[in-house]
C-alpha cells in the first residue's frame, strides 16, 4: 500500500504570495490532518478534514485554509505569505474509526521558505 | 500549560545498548491515546508505537516498547539495543478523545537521540 504523498516536497516563494500544498493519504484512510513544524514553535496543529468537512482547526490566522476533497486527497492554503510561514508542513492520514485510531501516518512533509 | 514535555532535548547511547527515552502529559479527558514517532534528517514522521489510555499492557513493536505509567502520567520509549540507525529525534503525541477534538495530535518538543558506534 502506498503511503501518504505531499507535493511538492520543497517550494521557494516571497513575501506576500500565496502558496496552496496537497496531500494524498493512504489508499482508504478518509481523515487528512495538516501540521506546521518551525525550530521555534516545534509541531503545531493546522486542521482536519473528514469526508470534505473541516473537523478541527488549530490556532492560525485566516491566511491558512485547506479542502478535502470526495477521494480524501487534500490541499492547504497559505494567502499573503509571511517569512514566519517558512516551515516544514506535514500531513497525516488515518482511519477514521469514532472512539479508537492507533495510528496516524504522515507523509515526508512539505519544506516552504518564504524570501 | 504543556500538555506534553519530553525533558531531555539530546542524548547520546552507545551502539547495542538500551535507551529511555522521557514523556510525561497532562489530561482531564479519562480517554485518550499515546504516540511516538521518529524523525529522521530527511523529516519525514515514521510511526513507532501507539498506547491506549485503557490498554491493559505495555505495548511493544520489534526493539521499540513503552513504560506506560498512567498514575504518573509518563510514557517513556525504550528501545533495545540501539542501532547507528536509530539516530533521530523522537516525539512524544498525545490524541485526546472528547468532543470536537478529532484526530489532533499534540506533540512535545522531540528529543534528539545520536548513536555512537
Known amino acids: 500500500k502506498a503511503g501518504v504523498t505531499q507535493t511538492p516536497r520543497y517550494l521557494i516563494k516571497t513575501r506576500g504570495q500565496q502558496v496552496t500544498l496537497s496531500c494524498s493519504p493512504i489508499s482508504g484512510h478518509r481523515s487528512v490532518s495538516w501540521y506546521q513544524q518551525t525550530p521555534g514553535q516545534g509541531l503545531q496543529f493546522l486542521f482536519e478534514?473528514?469526508?470534505?468537512?473541516?473537523?478541527n482547526k488549530g490556532n492560525f490566522p485566516g491566511r491558512f485554509s485547506g479542502r478535502q476533497f470526495s477521494n480524501s486527497r487534500s490541499e492547504m492554503n497559505v494567502s499573503t505569505l509571511e517569512l514566519g510561514d517558512s516551515a516544514l508542513y506535514l500531513c497525516a492520514s488515518s482511519l477514521w474509526a469514532a472512539e479508537s485510531i492507533r495510528a496516524q501516518y504522515f507523509g515526508p512533509g512539505t519544506r516552504l521558505t518564504v524570501l | 500549560a504543556q500538555k506534553i514535555t519530553q525533558t531531555q532535548p539530546g542524548m547520546f547511547v552507545q551502539e547495542k545498548e538500551a535507551v529511555t527515552l522521557d514523556c510525561t502529559y497532562d489530561t482531564s479527558d479519562p480517554s485518550y491515546g499515546l504516540f511516538w514517532y521518529k524523525q529522521p534528517s530527511s523529516g519525514e514522521m515514521i510511526f513507532l508505537i501507539y498506547?491506549?489510555?485503557?490498554?491493559?499492557q505495555n505495548a511493544t513493536e520489534g526493539r521499540y516498547s513503552l513504560n506506560f505509567q498512567k498514575a504518573r502520567k509518563s510514557a517513556n520509549l525504550v528501545i533495545s539495543a540501539s542501532q547507528l540507525g536509530d539516530s533521530a529525534m523522537y516525539f512524544c503525541?498525545?490524541?485526546?478523545?472528547?468532543?470536537?477534538?478529532?484526530?489532533?495530535?499534540?506533540f512535545g518538543g522531540g528529543t534528539r537521540l545520536m548513536v555512537k558506534p
Open positions: 478534514y473528514f469526508s470534505e468537512t473541516q473537523r
Open positions: 498506547q491506549g489510555s485503557y490498554d491493559q
Open positions: 503525541a498525545m490524541r485526546e478523545i472528547r468532543n470536537n477534538a478529532g484526530n489532533m495530535l499534540t
